[in-house]
């Protein structure tokens, strides 16, 4: 019996091999010349004129041969991917995570459907925003976000000020230099909020989707181990089609 990865296997290469003789029959029917043959004799008036060679021209392809070895070459594709196609309903497997089974009796070909889904959701996971670590997050169950403790902080305000330089006189008035002074007018208190995701969580995420990704991955070898019948079919459609 043949296996299911077998014929996986082969399957590329009888498509391209039966894609490259195909398109050489294609290109043979299309030259005229070589369907074409010629056959003529030369006959003198009399017994003293000029005798000729007779000249002839092979026919090299026979369309009715052609259309037999396209059939030929047809039928082993046809037979390969009805193998492949009749065994892929019949092929299934579980999916286990942790000893488990998720996914109960899954098709070869749904398998190889999650396999690319999961791709491009390790993907999007893995672009999931993190909470900064350089800051603490509690969860605020009023806004239903991450926040941070309060932080507070002052505000200044600048104010000028005179500094007595020299002190005035009877004939000159006093020296003052004005500057400004920063003063604490009041406090900030700021708490951050995010939408984002502690590091540990992605983490978690990334580490499920993975799990999934190789019990997927196993289902799919195992499915792809089925035992499967030859199936016949190329020869019944081109007995039909060119017979």
């Known amino acids: 019996m043949t296996k299911l990865n077998q014929i996986l296997a082969v399957e590329k290469g009888v498509k391209s091999d039966v894609q490259r003789k195909v398109t050489d029959a294609y290109h043979q029917i ?3 010349p070589l369907l ?11 017994d003293e004129g000029e005798q000729l060679p007779p000249e002839s021209t092979r026919v090299q392809v026979q369309a009715e041969e052609v259309l037999k070895g396209v059939g030929t070459t047809l039928t082993r594709l046809f037979d390969v991917t009805a193998t492949k196609d009749w065994a892929n309903c019949e092929a ?6 942790d000893g488990e089974v998720l996914l109960e009796d899954v098709p070869v070909t749904y398998l190889l459907f999650l396999e690319k889904q999961l ?6 996971v893995s672009k999931l925003p993190a909470l900064d ?3 603490t997050w509690s969860r605020d169950e009023a806004t239903d976000t991450w926040r941070t403790d309060p932080v507070k902080t002052t505000r200044t305000k ?20 004005v500057y400004n002074e920063d003063v604490v007018v009041g406090y900030w208190t700021k708490v951050a909020f995010s939408g984002a995701l502690p590091q540990r969580r992605v983490n978690e995420l990334l580490t499920r989707v993975q ?8 289902a799919r070898e195992e499915a792809n181990g089925t035992q499967v019948a030859d199936r016949k079919i190329g020869d019944k459609v081109f007995t039909y089609l060119f017979g």
């Open 30 to 32: 299309q030259k005229a």
């Open 36 to 46: 074409s043959g010629l056959s003529r004799t030369y006959q003198p008036i009399d």
């Open 119 to 124: 791709t491009d959701v390790y993907t999007f």
């Open 133 to 135: 670590p350089a800051e």
């Open 158 to 177: 600048k104010v000028p000020r005179n500094h007595v330089l020299a002190e005035a006189t009877e004939k000159h008035p006093a020296q003052v230099q």
């Open 92 to 97: 299934k497997a579980s999916v286990r995570v």
């Open 211 to 218: 799990k999934l990704q190789d019990a997927v991955k196993y």
